[in-house]
């Protein structure tokens, strides 16, 4: 009495392939809403004059400037730099484009793009470092909710 499989290889890789493309989903899911809560984050703390850390927004290309994209293999997937100065929003997308080129696998990148970010940051300002920090422990979180989704998603496999 011979045992037969009701299933073959092309069926154990169909599973396996719709798996990882689940992974890779929410992954990118897991990093845009950690990229966008970064920004938000980002682009809302207070100036000193309002009792911030944050900075004073003399021709809005700093804040435009900050941004985030989601990349996979230096290629972007996703991204948002969502301010209003045009020059600020393209100095953003240019550093985040140089900083994921060469890189393998999943990667968020955050900006703040203008040259001198560095500078305010050095003054004691707080430009995109509160939001660097809260965007890892963000994903880090989250990455927990997604090892559950995938044991969830492989029993309905």
Sequence with gaps: MAITPKFNIADISAKFDALLDFINDETVKVLQRAGEQAVTHARTIPPPDQGGRGFKDRTANLRSSIGYGVYYDGQMIVGQWPGKA?????????????????????????????????????????????????????????????RKAILEYWKKL
């Design 86 to 146: 045009p020059e600020g929003k393209a100095q953003g997308r240019a550093l985040a484009d140089s900083a994921a080129k060469g890189k393998k696998g999943f990667a968020l990148i955050v900006t703040a793009g203008m040259y001198y970010a560095v500078y305010v940051e050095s003054k004691g300002r707080d430009v995109l470092t509160s939001a660097e920090q809260k965007a890892a422990q963000w994903v880090k979180d989250e990455m927990a909710d997604i």
